[in-house]
């Protein structure tokens, strides 16, 4: 039986840590007009386009690197297992409403400057 391990989330053919928390929402863009009837005539622009919530605990080492994401002015390639398909699917994304959090006591941790609560969110193109 697989696990989530077995299909890790890579942004820019990066695998990134499994996280605390990953949290899909799939909108349909619509533009809904009326005509002089009164009927509402609606186009769907867009089906299944995707908003990530995502939560870390990271070392100091992946924050520098999530953070560099989410300051990049460049589109993620992000690659996520659908359990539709049962592939990979690659999205186009950015990364938005970054926040980081220092895990108190932790900068003692040899080998690190400290360990960090990170979450934002990714919103496709």
Do not use: H
Request: aromatic residues 10%; glycine residues 4%.
């Amino acid at each position: 039986m697989s696990k989530l391990n077995d299909f890790p989330i890579l942004i820019n053919s990066t695998a990134i840590p499994v996280p605390t928390e990953w949290s899909e929402t799939a909108e349909v863009i619509e533009n809904v007009n009326t005509t002089e009837a009164g009927t509402d005539i609606t186009d769907i622009m867009r089906v299944d386009k995707l908003t990530v919530t995502a939560s870390f605990g990271v070392s100091s080492t992946w924050l520098a690197t999530f953070k560099g994401w989410a300051n990049s002015t460049s589109k993620l390639t992000v690659k996520i297992y659908d359990s539709v398909s049962n592939a990979y699917v690659t999205r186009y994304m950015r990364m938005r409403n970054f926040n980081q959090g220092l895990v108190p006591n932790s900068d003692k941790n040899s080998g690190t400057i400290g360990l960090w609560n990170i979450t934002f969110d990714l919103i496709e193109f």
